[in-house]
């Protein structure tokens, strides 16, 4: 297990992170100047349909200004200083990798949120919280690198308020395996891939009920398409963050998608109360 998640780490392990983050947002401005999340959003929403999928997670998870949110395996906090900052709630990130997380902090402080967003360097499998603590959980893209289903989805139970909501959006397994290398993957050994429903199964024996269970893969995959088409990424991309190779494990995803072997599931889960 232990393995596990040091392999993951390796692959998010982003050398010198925060300092490349600098010299790519100085064509925005000087360091001074305050940045908005959609400036930052090609490069801070690390999934599939980036600023699009968060913002229908969120209204889809019914979050709102009193909502307090944690957002597990947060990455740069994009969608966490996006939530923030468009519905007014307050937002812990947890995320293995700790330069993502020196990363996040700096480019929160770049948005002036850092009174609202916080990020702290943990493991999905061993969250920093007491039980009981938090309104809603964001897992965006996460889960397919963590073997332990069981026990992350019983941690998030365990954090979450009895009624509160968890929404999750990831990569699940339909027809095959992906092409590997993919975003969250150099090999098979660091994917921990589910079906849709295995991962419902997983989810509800946590102790929660579905409310909503979207298969996404279409959209996901007419996305892809379109960046396809389009040509040229925008300035500030991943490759940014994951290296100049970001663009084939990005298309190797899209390829998977669109030969079927990969699908997406966006889902809204309810903490039933009584099983904490
Ligand atoms: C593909 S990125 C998604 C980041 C973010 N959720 C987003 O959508 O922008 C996956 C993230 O999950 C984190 N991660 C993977 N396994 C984890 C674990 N066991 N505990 C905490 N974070 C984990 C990685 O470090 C990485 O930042």
Request: proline share 5%.
């Amino acid at each position: 297990m232990t393995h596990d998640l040091d392999r993951v780490r390796a692959h998010y392990s982003a050398a010198g992170l925060t300092e490349r983050l600098r010299a790519a947002l100085a064509a925005l401005g000087p360091e001074e100047q305050r940045l908005t999340p959609e400036q930052l959003a090609g490069l801070d929403q690390f999934h599939t349909r980036g600023l699009a999928a968060t913002a229908e997670l969120a209204g889809l998870a019914g979050i709102g200004a009193g909502t307090l949110v944690l957002d597990v395996g947060s990455g740069l906090g994009g969608p966490a200083r996006f939530l923030a900052a468009t519905h007014g709630c307050r937002v812990t990130g947890v995320d293995l990798s700790e330069p993502f997380v020196e990363a996040a902090r700096y480019l929160t402080e770049r948005t002036g949120q850092s009174g609202r967003v916080t990020f702290e360097a943990a493991s999905a499998l061993a969250l920093p919280f007491g039980d009981s603590h938090f309104d809603a959980v964001l897992l965006q893209h996460v889960a397919m690198n963590i073997a332990d289903r069981p026990g992350l989805y019983r941690e998030i139970r365990r954090v979450l308020k009895p009624g509160g909501r968890f929404a999750t959006f990831d990569v699940v397994r339909k027809g095959g395996d992906p092409h590997y290398p993919v975003p969250w993957a150099p090999s098979q050994a660091e994917s921990f891939l589910l079906t849709a429903t295995e991962t419902r199964e997983r989810v509800e024996e946590a102790g929660f009920g579905m409310l909503v269970g979207q298969d996404d893969t279409d959209a996901a995959t007419a996305w892809f398409a379109r960046m396809r088409a389009s040509g040229l990424p925008p300035q500030l991309n991943l490759g940014v963050v994951m290296g100049p190779g970001f663009a084939g494990l990005a298309a190797n995803l899209g390829r998977s998608l669109a030969e079927g072997r990969l699908g997406v599931l966006t889902a809204i889960f309810e903490a039933i109360p009584g099983n904490e």
